[in-house]
């Protein structure tokens, strides 16, 4: 089935546009117009992803990006006119996966959904939590199969593609330092550019948003490690089970 994409923003020809070129690449498109009408098709239906204007007519596109994250992790890419980069910084840490400004390509804007639903998209391997690779640390449990992290008490814990994807980067290479150019390559498809995908700051962001649900104290982390002038550690022992075996 063919995903399922929200376009939200007050400009006509610009949903329009959206709508025309998503629908030709095989997307199911739904538009809205305001803060208020997104609320109610966020509530009604099930979506795939979302294209969030920053700036709407009734609501700031932020706020609404802050709600969407307090109940689902369903992938976030901003639109906006500004294209100054503490909006950008804002808009990745209120949760979203990717930022784009306006004017924009079509293309480019194909593309950016494209690598934000890969990495969003449960792999294939398993369709059972149990039966894929599982990585094991400090009472976490994050189950690659699945793309699900789960607490020591074993909730599952909502993480955006972006989280998920630096987090099972560090899991792979415990207790070694990784600078924020090993982790931007890490996280950066091969058909894509590094410098578009994820800058040094916004890795910053990323790893501050998973001490948040990570850390008991965010100013004292124990799992997620920055080593200043090099880049961050993982600190704890991970152990592998299901496909993988063994342990690290």
């Keep these: 089935m063919s995903a399922h994409i929200l376009t939200v923003d007050d400009d006509k020809e610009v949903r329009e546009a959206v709508e025309r070129y998503l629908s030709k690449q095989g997307y199911r498109v739904t538009c809205a117009s305001d803060g208020k009408s997104a609320a109610e098709l966020l509530a009604g239906q099930s979506f795939d992803l979302v294209l969030l204007d920053l700036i709407l007519p009734d609501e700031d596109g ?38 784009i400004v306006k004017p924009f390509s079509l293309r480019e804007l194909g593309a950016r959904i494209k690598s934000v639903l890969r990495r969003a998209a ?23 199969a699945n793309r699900q992290l789960y607490d020591p008490d074993d909730q599952p814990i909502d993480v955006t593609s972006g989280e998920f994807d630096l987090l099972l980067t560090l899991v792979q290479h415990p207790q070694r330092t990784l600078d924020r150019d090993q982790l931007i390559t890490a996280l950066t498809h091969a058909d894509e550019e590094p410098d ?35 880049g961050y550690f993982f600190a704890a022992k991970v152990d592998w089970r299901g496909t993988a075996g063994g342990s690290t």
């Design 122 to 144: 449960p792999t294939q391997t398993s369709a059972q939590p149990d039966s894929g690779e599982v990585a094991e640390f400090s009472g976490w449990r994050l189950d690659i």
């Design 196 to 230: 578009k995908a994820m800058s040094r700051r916004s890795v910053d962001v990323q790893v501050l948003r998973l001490r948040r649900k990570l850390e008991a104290d965010t100013r004292r982390p124990v799992l997620i490690k920055t080593v200043r002038g090099a």
């Design 62 to 99: 932020l706020d609404i990006a802050r709600q969407i994250r307090g109940h689902s992790a369903v992938p976030i890419i901003m639109l906006t006119g500004r294209a100054d980069e503490v909006d950008r910084i804002i808009g990745l840490e209120m949760g979203a996966d990717d930022y």
